[in-house]
C-alpha cells in the first residue's frame, strides 16, 4: 500500500465514505479517473461543488431545488389539492417516474425514530400542517416508507390531520411487489397483501 | 424527472458514468453529498482533480506515481533481480497487499487483444525487455490476469525473453481459489489446479 500514490490513497479514501462504494469500487473509480481524459474529471468535480453550493430546499415542499419555490411548486398545472407526504427528496424522483401523481408533494426529511432522536420537532410536520389549513386540500396522501419508523410517522400525520376533518388522509397500498414471487415473499408483506386485498 | 434539481441531474449523469455506478447507487450518492457538510464534498472535488494534476506513470515500472521514478523503484531494499509483470497498476496494488512479494514490478498497461487492437506495440513489452537485458534480472514472473488475453500475454512474454537465456520466466499458478468449493468450480479452473498439482 505505501508503494501507491499518496494522492491516488487519498482519492480512493473519500470515495470509500461514500454510500455503497467499498474499497474495490473505490479503486475501480479511481483507476477510472486516472485514466479518462481531464475534462471529465473536471466535470465531476465541479458538479459536485455546483451541486453543494446552489442546491436548497424548497420553502414550500421542502424538496430539493435551485429556485424557490421549486418547480413543482411553480407549476400551476399540478394539483394543489392533493398533498403526497414523502421521507426524502429520492423518493420525489421515484413517485414522479411513475407518471401516476399528479399533484404536489411534501418532504419530511425524515422519519419518526425515537431510537435515534428523531421526533416530530426534527420532521417538517409543523410546515405540513400549514400547508393543510385552510387551503383547500383535499387529500394527503402518506407516502412514507412502509419502515417501523415510516408506519409510525405515517400514525403520528393521521392523527395530527385530525384537526382538519375536509382533508381525507390516505396511506399507499403495501402488498407483495410486482412480479415478485409469493413463496419467497416475506409473512409481513403477504400478512398486508391479504389484509389489503380488493374485489376483482 | 423534469421536477428535480438539473445540478443534482448533472452529477447523477456524471456519476452514471463511473464504472460499477447504476442510476440508483449515483442517486444515493448524489443525494448523501447534499446531506453532508460542505468541507466533504470540497476534499472529494479537489481530490479528484488533485489525481488527474499529480499522478504520471513511473518511467521505469509504468505504475502510477507522483515522483519519478516511483517510490517501489526508488527503493534499494526492493530485489531488483526479480521482476513481476501484471496488467494494470490496480493489480500492483493487489499483489502488494499479499506482502509476499519482495522484487520489482513491470506494468504492461493492458494484454494482448487482438480483437480490441491491442498487440505488442500497445503494451510496454520493449520497455520490459530493455529493463531485462544485461540488468542482472534472473526471473520474471508473469502475473497477467487467468484470462484468454492474460494467457496469450504471458506466452508472448515467454517467447519474448527466449533471447535472453539467463532470465527464468514463470507463471503465477492458476487453480481453485482459497475459500472456495470444488463443486462450484467451472471446469478450465479444475483442470488447471489437476494438472498444476504439486507433491504435499
Known amino acids: ?4 500514490s499518496a494522492l491516488l490513497e487519498t482519492l480512493i479514501a473519500e470515495l470509500t465514505r461514500l454510500p455503497g462504494l467499498g474499497r474495490k469500487s473505490a479503486q475501480r473509480i479511481a483507476f477510472h479517473l486516472l485514466r479518462s481524459p481531464e475534462a471529465d474529471s473536471q466535470r465531476l468535480a465541479s ?4 451541486l453543494k453550493a446552489n442546491v436548497r430546499d ?9 429556485t424557490d419555490p421549486c418547480a413543482l411548486c411553480a407549476d400551476s398545472r399540478r394539483d ?8 426524502q427528496p429520492m423518493d420525489v424522483l421515484a413517485l414522479e417516474r411513475t407518471g401516476e401523481f399528479h399533484g404536489r408533494y ?12 428523531i421526533g416530530p420537532d426534527q420532521l417538517r410536520l409543523k410546515e405540513l400542517l400549514d400547508r393543510v389549513r385552510g387551503n383547500g386540500v383535499a387529500e394527503v396522501i402518506v407516502a412514507t416508507n412502509p419502515t417501523a419508523q415510516g408506519e409510525a410517522t405515517a400514525l403520528y400525520i393521521a392523527r395530527l390531520l385530525q384537526s382538519e376533518p375536509a382533508v381525507k388522509v390516505t396511506r399507499i397500498a403495501r ?3 410486482m412480479g415478485s414471487d409469493l413463496e419467497f415473499s416475506d409473512q409481513i408483506t403477504l400478512a ?3 389484509t389489503g386485498r380488493k374485489e376483482l
Not at 458538479?47 to 455546483?50: C, L, Q, T, Y
Not at 394543489?80 to 421521507?87: L, P, Q
Not at 422519519?111 to 432522536?117: F, K, M, N, T
Open 1 to 4: 500500500m505505501q508503494y501507491s
Open 47 to 50: 458538479a459536485i461543488v455546483e
Open 58 to 66: 424548497c420553502s414550500i415542499c421542502g424538496n430539493v431545488t435551485e
Open 80 to 87: 394543489a389539492t392533493v398533498i403526497c407526504v414523502v421521507e
Open 106 to 117: 411534501h418532504v419530511l426529511k425524515g422519519a419518526l425514530s425515537p431510537v435515534d432522536g
Open 175 to 177: 402488498g407483495v411487489p
Open 192 to 194: 398486508r397483501a391479504l
